[in-house]
């Protein structure tokens, strides 16, 4: 059978991880947080880094054994620590689905950019939309070509964004008006926490770097350290951009613009500077969309390994090294999504499904050295144990902490509407979406299992 092929050097890593991250997450979800809690966000940005290093201390652990050279990722790691595949195959499935959710997502949110670029009277809905389809499949054929394709072009958009980001800040650091920053925490201590869920949207999505390990060179020893170099770099960038961004134009005026930073850059730059910040947006975006493409089809190779999916989606190209089934599967779900509006339906699990995910890997960690000894003792990353068991504490107890904050928000929704009022609005919590999902994965996955006995 043809394998993953290694074209991803640490270049492409890092361009990998930074791309997903800078994303939609600061050109879009940090100015609709404004409304929570105000220009307290930039705070909020930060404070989120510490349970996110903590999270990925996991990571770096499992990467550094012999897991670290397939894109198994949380599945491989829960599922090889606790010895049993149920718990394993529930997240992965729930992750595959936020993925696709964050996809469409993602395109419609670079089409959002990239019609900013046309004439006014082309920024239209139709062209919105085919633009946004176009990307998916754009994006769809570069994966298809190969994995060196993915990375080439990722390394080369990120660094236009990049320079976008230098054109952005330095300039707008001169051009903040401390007025705008007050008051700071505009609906106290619990709009401050209510803020926190949305914002971690910024940093969700930062372990598909993990479904990259089938296809990096030497992927036990580059892996770990550029969970950590990675994620501070991007910290910076988010605090840097936010702090701009709502110094130089109030809060109220970024909650609605389709494109904030474009507007941003609009109130002190020269308008083709202003115009590259715009394209800045669209590369973000695009690395954002370039990554999330990947993450579905790696993970779906070893739930077919594990006789969890069909083979068929698992099959890879002898010309290109590349499941061209699992990434054309993948499309047609995004674009199935796009074009029927229904985006929300997979999305609005997307931070809750994540987190929980993350709880539960941490819980690995915690226990990894007791529960799976022989894959404890070829852990290779310079990680002190009492390290690792503080960075697990600190994680289980962040998440849980985050996930309490949704269930607590979902619960006011459920007592004050009708499950008819909801689903009439579109607007099904994210526990009813989850719990949906979360019984049709269960269902998939006493099929597979059902399959495998009568085999």
Request: positive net charge; without cysteine; charged residues 10%.
């Amino acid at each position: 059978m043809a394998r993953l092929r290694r074209d991803l050097g640490t270049l492409e890593s890092y361009a990998a991880l930074v791309g997903i991250l800078i994303g939609a997450g600061i050109f879009k979800v940090t100015s609709e947080s404004w409304a929570l809690t105000g220009p307290s966000v930039i705070l909020a940005q930060a404070a989120l880094l510490l349970p996110i290093l903590a999270t990925s201390v996991g990571y770096s652990v499992f990467l550094s054994t012999p897991l670290g050279t397939e894109p198994g990722g949380e599945y491989t790691h829960i599922s090889r620590t606790f010895g049993g595949r149920g718990v394993a195959f529930l997240g992965a499935w729930l992750k595959i689905i936020s993925y696709l959710g964050a996809l469409a997502f993602l395109a419609l949110g670079f089409a959002d950019y990239v019609v900013e670029l046309f004439p006014a009277t082309a920024r239209t809905a139709p062209i919105r939309t085919a633009m946004a389809v176009a990307s998916l499949v754009l994006f769809f054929f570069v994966h298809a070509a190969g994995v060196r394709w993915f990375g080439r072009i990722q390394v080369a958009m990120v660094a236009l964004l990049g320079l976008s980001v230098a054109v952005l800040v330095l300039p707008g650091l001169f051009a903040i008006h401390p007025a705008y920053y007050r008051p700071f925490f505009t609906h106290g201590a619990s709009g401050f926490a209510a803020a926190l869920p949305p914002l971690f949207f910024l940093y969700a999505g930062f372990e598909s770097l993990a479904q990259t390990a089938g296809e990096v060179k030497d992927s036990r020893r580059r892996l770990p350290g550029i969970f950590l170099r990675g994620l501070l770099a991007t910290a910076v960038v988010y605090v840097l951009m936010s702090a701009v961004a709502f110094g130089a134009l109030p809060g109220e005026r970024l909650q609605v613009s389709p494109a904030p930073m474009t507007e941003v850059g609009a109130r002190y730059l020269h308008a083709a500077a202003a115009w590259f910040v715009t394209l800045g947006a669209v590369m973000a975006l695009a690395t954002s969309l370039n990554a999330t493409m990947l993450v579905p089809s790696r993970m779906a190779l070893v739930l077919v390994r594990d006789g969890l999916a069909p083979e068929w989606i698992g099959i890879i190209s002898d010309r290109t090294g590349t499941p061209v089934f699992g990434l054309a599967l993948t499309l047609a779900v995004s674009l199935a999504l796009v074009l029927s509006g229904q985006v929300s339906l997979a999305l609005n699990i997307a931070v809750f499904a994540l987190v929980a995910l993350y709880l539960l890997h941490s819980v690995a960690l915690l226990l990894l050295p007791r529960w799976n000894p022989a894959l404890f003792a070829t852990v290779e990353a310079p990680i002190p144990l009492w390290v690792q068991r503080v960075a697990a504490v600190v994680s289980i107890a962040s998440m849980a902490g985050l996930l309490a904050i949704q269930l607590h928000a979902d619960a006011a929704v459920l007592r004050s509407t009708t499950l008819r009022e909801r689903a009439a609005m579109h607007q099904l919590t994210t526990v009813e979406l989850a719990a949906a999902w979360g019984v049709l994965g269960l269902v998939l996955y006493a099929a597979a299992r059902r399959r495998q006995s009568e085999a």
